[in-house]
């Protein structure tokens, strides 16, 4: 994929941009709340059609607009796939009157309106900024949420199953509080309970999946930036095991292209642990197990960078993910997506730099923000394009 043009109007600091996207690598350059960050932040909304900044996407539209009766914030990407043109737009609309005000976001593919469970995985974009080191460091909804946006770019199918298990999540949730206070049959579990297992059985095969595709391809590219000291590992912790094995306290998944577990076997084994769980969820009120529970764990030479890494080893792993990330779906999709790294460099040491830099020296198309130069060699800065940015305007 290869993104030609991009088109920014009232979204964060940006009042209006258009510009041409260069090929290889774009470095731009500035000052600390000049619009770097939202420059690519703009860039993955329009893959994700969700921000992973703001609280709520209404915080995303300019400031000096929202107290005008419709204000709209709006991106356009044009960009190219297999040889083919397409434009994808955003709008990021509230509408304020007497009664209040009102949220909506529209999404136009080549013209078209669409749906953002259609549209995800058309734009295809993987990002790095500073505050995702909660991937390893924060708590699991942090890496669920990690899996979920990958998942729902590079496999067709995951976002509508993640949409529907949601949905039977807050239903089933509903019944359960009604039969803790006896105000329901039990017996109207079992056709949530069979809902839950198909729906989930999809979820927790991709992610072992992934997660097997993700580790092969992180510790290559965590063994190149660690002078082939550090070896990356990735254990995926359900919150059950739908193989009824288990090591320890942590339930183990067989990894699915092994051939050990199908997509039918899992949901089978999940519904029936939901069956032998009733009587303590009924009593709970809430459903305790399933994918919107499941973990996993990132390890370095066996120790848990979550816990016990430095700052230095957390940033390295994150980018190794993040490049395992690139050929995971490129592997999945046939496409190369568009890397977008924020301020990359600053607590790599040295020659973790020189090894990032060699390596992006070879990449198609990529975006880098950076507040110091200096981190970049003369001959890397003159081999790319670099722009300027400030207060939300670019000089190029």
Not at 179 to 187: G, H, M, S
Not at 260 to 266: D, F, P, Q, T
Request: glycine share 6%; proline share 3%.
């Amino acid at each position: 994929m290869l993104l030609k043009n991009l088109t920014i109007s009232n979204f964060r600091s940006y009042a209006h941009l258009e510009t041409e996207i260069p090929e290889r690598i774009l470095l731009l350059s500035g000052g600390n709340a000049q619009g770097k960050t939202s420059f690519l932040e703009a860039l993955f909304y329009c893959s994700t059609f969700t921000s992973v900044l703001a609280g709520k996407d209404r915080q995303l539209i300019r400031f000096d607009i929202l107290s005008e009766p419709v204000a709209v914030a709006r991106i356009i990407t044009v960009f190219q796939t297999a040889g083919t043109d397409h434009k994808l737009e955003v709008r990021i609309i509230q509408e304020t009157n007497e009664s209040g005000s009102r949220f909506r976001k529209e999404i136009l593919l080549d013209g078209h309106k669409t749906t953002a469970q259609n549209a995800v995985g058309k734009f295809l974009t993987v990002l790095f900024i500073p505050q995702m080191t909660a991937i390893l460091e924060g708590n699991p909804q942090e890496r669920r949420r990690y899996l979920n946006i990958t998942l729902s770019q590079s496999m067709p199918g995951y976002a509508r199953a993640l949409a529907a298990y949601k949905q039977i999540i807050m239903q089933r949730n509903a019944l359960l509080k009604l039969l803790a206070e006896r105000r329901a049959d039990p017996q109207q579990l079992d056709y949530w309970d069979t809902l839950m297992a198909q729906k989930g059985s999809i979820l927790i095969f991709q992610r072992a999946k992934a997660l097997g595709a993700l580790e092969k391809y992180a510790n290559t590219a965590h063994l190149q930036l660690t002078g082939e000291h550090e070896k990356l590992e990735l254990a995926y912790l359900p919150s059950f095991s739908p193989s009824g094995q288990s090591k320890g306290n942590e339930p183990a998944v067989e990894h699915p292209e092994d051939g050990v577990l199908s997509e039918s076997e899992i949901a089978e084994n999940f519904l029936h642990y939901l069956r032998n769980s009733r009587k303590s969820e009924i009593e709970r009120g809430i459903s305790t197990v399933g994918p919107h529970r499941d973990d996993f764990r990132i390890s370095g030479n066996g120790i848990d960078l979550g816990i016990f890494g430095s700052r230095g080893q957390i940033r390295t792993a994150l980018i190794s993910l993040k490049f395992a990330e690139i050929e995971w779906i490129k592997e999945s999709t046939g496409i190369m997506p568009l890397l977008l790294l924020d301020e990359t460099l600053a607590e790599l040491d040295n020659q973790r730099r020189a090894d990032l830099t060699r390596w992006l020296d070879h990449c198609r198309q990529g975006i880098l923000t950076t507040t110091d130069l200096g981190y970049f060699s003369p001959e890397f800065i003159q081999n790319h394009t670099v722009w300027h940015v400030a207060n939300g305007s670019i000089e190029k």
